[in-house]
């Protein structure tokens, strides 16, 4: 079993910055993929990003590549989530994920309780 808890979010204005991080306790993350998902009011949650155990490659949904970078630390058994240029309709709530064998939207084995992301113009 994995726990994820997410810290990081709050209110930013549009333009800010933002570091979202995950720690996981349970397991070593070392063998998992790491992802980031949000959910906006009444919208469905969605993939921002992920990135690989075995390659290190990452993942970005078309609206955040090249604001959002995605991060890990093995040793530390975190995964971050930095955020740069936020723009208002980034505001969501955002969720940490954890899956040994999927990547991207398909991730779904582990998830974080969220941490709420608030960008005013």
């Known amino acids: 079993q994995v726990q994820l808890v997410e810290s990081g979010g709050g209110s930013v204005q549009a333009g800010g910055s933002l570091r979202l991080s995950c720690s996981a306790s349970?397991?070593?993350?070392?063998?998992?993929?790491m992802g980031w998902f949000r959910q906006a009011p009444g919208k469905d949650r969605e993939f921002v990003a992920s990135?690989?155990?075995?390659?290190?490659?990452?993942y970005y949904a078309s609206s955040v590549k090249g604001r959002f970078t995605i991060s890990r630390d093995n040793a530390k058994n975190t995964v971050s989530l930095q955020m740069n240029s936020l723009k208002p309709e980034d505001t969501a709530v955002y969720y940490c994920?954890?899956?040994?064998?999927?990547?991207?939207?398909?991730?779904?084995?582990?998830w974080g309780q969220g941490t709420q992301v608030t960008v005013s113009s």
């Open positions: 990135i690989s155990w075995s390659t290190g490659s990452t």
């Open positions: 349970g397991r070593t993350l070392s063998t998992y993929n």
């Open positions: 994920a954890a899956d040994q064998g999927r990547l991207g939207s398909l991730m779904r084995d582990y």
